[in-house]
C-alpha cells in the first residue's frame, strides 16, 4: 500500500497528465495519474520563466515521470514522452472526448492512492480514440466501466428491483435497470436492440472493440444513454 504522503526521496513512474494549472508566480501544477501512485499533484516550477519541461506537460501526454518528494512537496524533475496523442488533436471530435474523459477521470478518481484498472481504461480509451473508433462509442465505453468500477453502474442484464432478466429491453430509472413491470412507467425506454448494442459496447474486449465499433452503428442510441448514464455520478454521493 503507497502512502498518501510518500517518504522523502526520488521516484520513477509511468503515467498521464491529467491536468495542468499554470501560475506565472509558481510555474505549472499538474495533475499526474501514475501507476501505483494514483493521481497526484505535482509540482513543476518555471526554470527563470520557461517551462524546461516542453511538451510532456500536455495533458493527454504519456510518459515516465522522474519525481521527488521533499519534506513539503512532490515535485517534477524530468519527463520521458512515450506517447503524446497528438494525432486525436486532428479530429475536434475525439480530442473534446479525449478531454472530457480526462475531466471525469480528475473528478472521479480519489487522488494519491493506486487505481491502476482505471489507469488502464484511460490508456485504452485513447488508443481506441487514435484507431478512429467513434468518439461517442469510447465515451459510453469509458463511463459504464468507471460506473462499474465505483460499483455503481446499472446492470444492462438484470432488472435492479426484481433480478429478471431484461429480454425485452429495459426502463433507466435512478436506481438502475428495470423491466417491465417493475418500472411501472417510470424511467427512460430502451429497447432490447439498444441493450445488446450497449452490452457488446461495454463487454468486448478491447481489440474486438476497435474492429466493432468502427463499424456502422447507431450514434443516437449512444448519445441518448450516455446522458443518462452521467446523473449516476451525483445520484450516488
Ligand atoms: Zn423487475
Redesign the pocket.
Known sequence: MIPVRLPQGHYSKTGTVLLRRDSSREGQSLLLFMREFGPRWVSAPAATGKNRFGGSTEPLTWGEFLLYQSPSKLYLQGAEVKEDFLSLRQSPAALLCALRIYRRTSKEAPADCENDALLRMLWSSLVQLREKCPPYIVELRFTWKLLNLMGIAPSLDL?V??G?LLTEGGWLTQAGM??R??SQGKGEAVSAEELAELRRAVALPHEKFILWSCETRQKDCYIKNLKMLSPYFSNMR
Open positions: 432488472c428491483e426484481c429478471g428495470c423491466c413491470r417493475c
